[in-house]
C-alpha cells in the first residue's frame, strides 16, 4: 500500500477514537516499509502475531516502538521476544504465565501480560473461561512471578455481522473486567476490537484496539 494511503488510515481510525483508548496496528504479514511508513504518520504500538516474524522486524525499526504479541502463544517461542517484548496480549495458561516470567527474569525486565478470556461462540478461538481468570488472578502462585505483571483482559468476539452477538460478547467481558477490577487495581486494560468490529468493543468499554487491514489493507499470506 502506498505510504499516503496507510498515513491517511492511520489518521482518519485516530480521529474517531476517544482519548482512553489506544491503538495497536497490526502489522503481521506486512514488509518493514509499511511499518516505517506507519512509524512516520505517528504510530509507536505495533502488534504481531510470529514471534520470529516480530523480532526479525524489532531489529530493524526504530527501538522506541512498543511491540505487543497478539497471536496464540506457543511457550517455547517466549524466549525470543522477552528482552523486547511490550504487552502480550494472549495469555490464556498459567502454565505460560510461568515461561514469560522465567524468560522475563533473565533480562531483568517485568513483562506485561493480559488474560485472554473466552467469549466467542466460535470453537476456533482461544482462552479461558471466566471462572479460570478469577481464580488465577486470586491464585497464590501468581504472586510468586514478580516478573510478570497482568494488566488486563483480551478477548476475540465471534467473527459475524450480527451487531447484538457482538455487543453481548463485549459488554459480557467488560462486566468481568468491572467485577475483578474493584480488587485489582493493576487491571487497567481490555483490549477488544479489530478492524470489523472495534466501534462496538469501544462502545462496550475497550481502552485497545488491534486493527490491520484498515491501516495497512488487506493481508498477505503468501
Not at 482519548?19 to 504510530?43: F, H, I, M, R
Request: charged fraction near 25%.
Amino acid at each position: 500500500m502506498n505510504s499516503n494511503m496507510i498515513q491517511e488510515n492511520l489518521q482518519n481510525i485516530k480521529a474517531t477514537l476517544p482519548k482512553n483508548v489506544t491503538l495497536v496496528a497490526v502489522s503481521k504479514t506486512k514488509p518493514v516499509e509499511d511499518l516505517q511508513e506507519a512509524y512516520n504518520a505517528g504510530q509507536r504500538i505495533f502488534g504481531e502475531n510470529r514471534i520470529q516474524e516480530m523480532a526479525e522486524k524489532h531489529e530493524l525499526l526504530p527501538k522506541d516502538i512498543k511491540w505487543h504479541m497478539i497471536g496464540h502463544l506457543q511457550s517455547n517461542k517466549v524466549k525470543y521476544m522477552a528482552h523486547f517484548v511490550d504487552l502480550i496480549h494472549g495469555v490464556d495458561k498459567f502454565s505460560t504465565l510461568k515461561e514469560i516470567n522465567k524468560q522475563a527474569k533473565k533480562h531483568d525486565r517485568v513483562i506485561q501480560c493480559l488474560l485472554q478470556a473466552k467469549i466467542a461462540e466460535e470453537d476456533s478461538k482461544f482462552g479461558l473461561s471466566f471462572d479460570e481468570i478469577e481464580n488465577i488472578l486470586a491464585s497464590e502462585k501468581l504472586k510468586d512471578l514478580v516478573n510478570i505483571k497482568i494488566v488486563g483482559l483480551m478477548g476475540m468476539a465471534t467473527f459475524t455481522d450480527d451487531k447484538q452477538q457482538l455487543h453481548k460478547e463485549f459488554s459480557s467481558l467488560k462486566n468481568l473486567f468491572n467485577k475483578l477490577n474493584t480488587d485489582n487495581q493493576n487491571l487497567k486494560t481490555l483490549s477488544m476490537g479489530m478492524s470489523g468490529d472495534y466501534q462496538i468493543a469501544i462502545e462496550n468499554g475497550s481502552t485497545m484496539i488491534r486493527v490491520g487491514s484498515s491501516i495497512f489493507g488487506k493481508r498477505n499470506y503468501n
